[in-house]
């Protein structure tokens, strides 16, 4: 048997490099990580998640880590931790702060982002993403239907990785939970990369003829 030269070697090493394909990993910020009552002046990082969130716009403007005890109002979000500003509700209480929004920065580029939040209405949650140069490349707003201490969902596809989000919201009162994006990343070869290796190999068997 021909044993392949290093040139072929070589090349078959380079295709790994500049042949991704694009599965997906997930991270969440469930901010189950954090105890209730812990509080950050302006910036902190989720550690499971590798999110880093700045700019808080509530006003006080700091972060505090919320815990809500069950409420079938809530179920993707009680019980357990959730984010928001302005002090919080000792025990088993469920408070949220009013026009509290933030920048976060996400530790790789994404494609994907969904969140749930608690809410006391009327107002709406608009996230912007934007690409490594700063440019907006996705946008969504939610205005939720009226009551108070309800469950709000906002997801978002874009059609360009991002790598940073920012929240703005006019709704009354707010709390963040389940953060959650993906993030694409190269793999193996897949079959596209194995046709080619294979056409290479054929090309170079005829050229040894």
């Known amino acids: 048997m021909q044993q392949v030269p290093n040139r072929i070697a070589r090349w078959i090493a380079g295709l790994f490099l500049i ?13 189950e990580n954090f105890s209730e009552g812990q509080s950050f002046s302006t910036s902190f990082t989720d550690p499971l998640s590798g999110i880093f969130f700045s700019n808080p716009t509530a006003l006080n403007h700091d972060f505090v880590i919320e815990y809500g005890g069950p409420d079938p109002q809530l179920p993707d979000i009680t019980p357990g931790h959730y984010l928001k500003s302005n002090g919080y509700a000792p025990g088993d209480g469920i408070s949220v702060s009013p026009n509290t929004g933030f920048t976060a920065t996400l530790p790789s580029a994404a494609l994907l982002l969904s969140m749930d939040f ?3 209405s009327p107002g ?7 690409d490594a140069q700063g440019n907006i490349v996705a946008t969504q707003s ?11 969902h906002l997801a978002l596809q ?6 940073k989000f920012t929240a703005t919201s006019t709704v009354d009162g707010i709390g ?4 959650h994006f993906d993030v694409p990343e190269p793999s193996t070869l897949g079959p596209v990369a194995t046709i080619l290796l294979g056409l290479r190999c054929r090309r170079w068997r005829v050229g040894e003829r």
Not at 19 to 31: K, R
Not at 158 to 163: E, I, L, M, N, Y
């Open 124 to 130: 709406t949650l608009t996230v912007n993403a934007f």
């Open 158 to 163: 874009s059609p360009s990785p991002f790598v």
């Open 118 to 120: 608690v809410y006391i």
């Open 19 to 31: 042949c991704p394909a694009f599965p997906t990993l997930a991270a969440t910020a469930t901010f």
């Open 142 to 152: 939610v205005t939720p239907p009226p009551g108070n201490f309800l469950e709000g």
């Open 176 to 179: 963040y939970d389940n953060i």
